[in-house]
């Protein structure tokens, strides 16, 4: 899940933690491992989307050709943050904003609506998913 809170709480969706326990006690029996797979760049710990400081945001890429991004907001006290030349962030090494780069284009490896490989065409992601499912 994207956005967690907490790492040291198990998400209910995936069942009780004896349930995870129950299920890893049953793989090791069979001589397999389980693997926990966490998403630690995603963390909501610091921030939030504006309007869902409680909750998750629904998924949406670049609606509206970028008029409709979600705005990153800080969780902590203004008092709490730190002068960067990016202005007063959470952390002082790692500056985020809501700054809309039109024309940037992702250079990495990008999947469309149904699993294929796309290439990132700098257009507000019309190129790759035509505005099917955001």
């Known amino acids: 899940q994207y956005a ?3 790492f040291t709480t ?3 969706r995936l069942g ?6 129950d299920l890893t ?3 090791h029996d069979l001589g397999m491992y389980v693997v926990v797979d966490v998403v630690m760049n995603h ?5 939030y989307f504006e309007g869902h400081k409680e909750s998750q945001a629904p998924w949406r890429f670049h609606e509206e050709r970028g008029l409709r991004e979600y705005q990153l907001r800080a969780r902590k006290e203004q008092s709490l943050l730190h002068d960067t030349p990016a202005g007063q962030q959470p952390y002082m ?3 985020a904003n809501n700054t809309w780069v039109s024309d940037a284009k992702y250079n990495g490896t990008l999947y469309g609506q149904w699993g294929e490989w796309v290439t990132d065409q700098g257009d507000y992601c019309e190129s790759i ?5 955001h």
Not at 129 to 133: A, V
């Open 43 to 47: 963390m909501a710990n610091e921030f």
């Open 129 to 133: 998913c035509q505005g099917c499912f």
């Open 4 to 6: 967690q809170l907490d």
């Open 93 to 95: 090494d790692f500056w």
């Open 10 to 12: 198990l998400d209910r």
């Open 25 to 27: 006690t049953a793989a």
């Open 16 to 21: 009780t933690l004896e349930e995870l326990r």
